[in-house]
């Protein structure tokens, strides 16, 4: 099991300065998330090949691996030149992940297209819908698919509050269908309320298919009423969901720490906070040492 530190609090650090911090937070791992000089949201990788070989050395020097890279583009964009230019920069991405010696990569199913297209009225004179991200995203994984087995990479999955899906089982059902075996499933803690109801029966249902978690505490957006979260004007279409520390928020951990053992997990375990820059070595710290009580409650036996 490799428990790794999504460093997106400190992603103001040059990468050699972040590898020094991690290891200084007691993290092996770097799950590396979207940052503007290697891979940036939405468009082109900007890992040159003089900054790959210098992240390299810096993991060397600093005793720190890579244990997956995150890009995030627009493969389920309707527009077919966003989607393709999408195909392109994952591609790319891939490659990049095989130069720096990593064997995994993590992704959202994805939100469409872009804000400023989100609402282009189609052919028939409706709006785009789910149905069309989805086929969107179909072609680009028919396309990208053959590319992660040849280079020997494993593509793990999550889906994502806004996204066009956002519940479990159809995320398990459409990657269970592509019939990969570098193709698994993410589960995100923090997204549990938007999964669905029963974190135990669903961990259990994902079960072998859990290659990748997501360790952040969060708020069940759906109890007292929902009105857990009290949004102005009522009935406004907004999606809210927290990264916080462990113990902050309404996730049961021995539950979910025990029940993901029962399934045998044996993967990246990411701590990924993203609330708290203004304390980010302190949650890091704290959150190291929490994943890992956890770890040795559930899994050492």
């Known amino acids: 099991m490799k428990i790794a530190l999504d460093p997106y609090m400190h992603r103001h650090l040059s990468l050699d300065a972040l590898c020094r911090k991690t290891a200084e937070l007691g993290f092996d791992h770097i799950e590396l998330s979207p940052r503007e000089d290697f891979l940036p949201w939405w468009v082109r990788p900007r890992a040159h090949e003089e900054r790959i070989a210098s992240f390299k050395k810096s993991l060397k020097d600093h005793g720190v691996r890579l244990a997956s890279v995150l890009p995030m583009y627009r493969w389920a964009s309707p527009h077919e030149d966003e989607r393709q230019a999408a195909v392109r920069y994952w591609i790319e991405a891939i490659r990049i992940c095989a130069e720096m010696g990593c064997d995994t990569m993590n992704s959202e199913f994805g ?24 086929a969107a995203w179909w072609r680009s994984m028919e396309e990208l698919v053959p590319v992660f087995e040849r280079e020997g990479i494993m593509l793990n999955m999550e889906p ?46 994902a ?39 462990l113990h902050q928020g309404e996730i049961d951990w021995d539950v979910f720490f025990s029940t993901l053992a029962e399934t045998g997990f044996d993967g990246i375990v990411t701590a990924c906070v993203f609330g708290w820059e203004e304390r980010a070595d302190e949650s890091g710290r704290f959150m190291r040492a929490e994943i890992q009580r956890y770890v040795d409650k559930y899994f050492r036996h």
């Open 111 to 134: 939100r469409g297209p872009s804000p400023d297209r989100g609402h282009r009225v189609n052919c028939c004179g409706g709006m785009h819908s789910h149905e069309h991200s989805e």
């Open 160 to 205: 994502h509050p806004e996204d066009w899906c956002e519940t479990l089982t159809p995320a398990l059902d459409m990657l269970k269908t592509i019939g990969s075996d570098h193709v698994r499933f993410l589960y995100c803690a923090p997204h549990t309320f938007y999964f669905g109801d029963d974190m135990r029966a669903m961990i259990r249902e």
């Open 207 to 245: 079960g072998p298919m859990i290659r990748q978690v997501h360790i952040a505490d969060t708020y069940d957006h759906k109890a007292s009423s929902g009105l857990r979260y009290i949004v102005n004007p009522p009935g406004a279409r907004v999606t809210v969901h927290q990264h916080m520390d």
